[in-house]
């Protein structure tokens, strides 16, 4: 797997990276599949059809929705949904997740890099 550009020049910046990614990005108690379409919605949004998902798939990609474009899209309907389907461990993890991933694609953004719809 790739390191982030910089990286390796601080070790500790390194470390907190991979732990991250072994431990929430790819591991953890969230199904990654889950993660990995959270994902690409966050680098691609016109390339997942959110409507064609439903139960978990389709809560999660609402939620990641509100999450990167609308906050207000995380109403009480969502979160009632949210909380039928997930345990609070897996709302926790899949949103650090998101926030994570969306963050890092950003940052990828500016270094000229394309969308990335995995960890890298």
Same mark, same amino acid.
């Given at each position: 797997? /790739?390191?982030?550009?910089?990286? &390796?020049?601080?070790?500790? @910046?390194?470390?907190?990276?991979?732990?991250?990614? #072994?431990?929430?990005?790819?591991?953890?108690?969230?199904?990654?599949?889950?993660?990995?379409?959270?994902?690409?919605?966050?680098?691609?949004?016109? @390339?997942?059809?959110?409507?064609? =998902?439903?139960?978990?798939?389709?809560?999660?990609?609402?939620?990641?929705? /509100?999450?990167?474009?609308?906050?207000?899209? /995380? #109403?009480?309907?969502?979160?009632?949904?949210?909380?039928?389907? =997930?345990?609070?461990?897996?709302?926790?993890?899949?949103?650090? &997740?998101?926030? =994570? /991933?969306?963050?890092?694609?950003?940052?990828?953004?500016?270094?000229?890099?394309?969308?990335?719809?995995?960890?890298?």
């Amino acid at each position: 797997m /790739a390191h982030l550009p910089g990286t &390796a020049q601080l070790p500790p @910046a390194l470390e907190a990276y991979e732990f991250t990614r #072994d431990n929430v990005l790819l591991g953890g108690i969230v199904d990654p599949e889950l993660k990995r379409l959270c994902f690409r919605y966050l680098a691609t949004p016109d @390339a997942v059809d959110v409507d064609s =998902f439903d139960g978990r798939d389709r809560a999660a990609l609402e939620w990641t929705r /509100a999450i990167a474009r609308d906050s207000e899209l /995380a #109403d009480d309907e969502l979160w009632k949904r949210l909380h039928a389907l =997930f345990t609070e461990p897996e709302l926790v993890e899949l949103g650090c &997740a998101v926030g =994570f /991933a969306l963050g890092q694609q950003h940052w990828e953004r500016t270094l000229g890099l394309p969308p990335q719809t995995g960890v890298s």
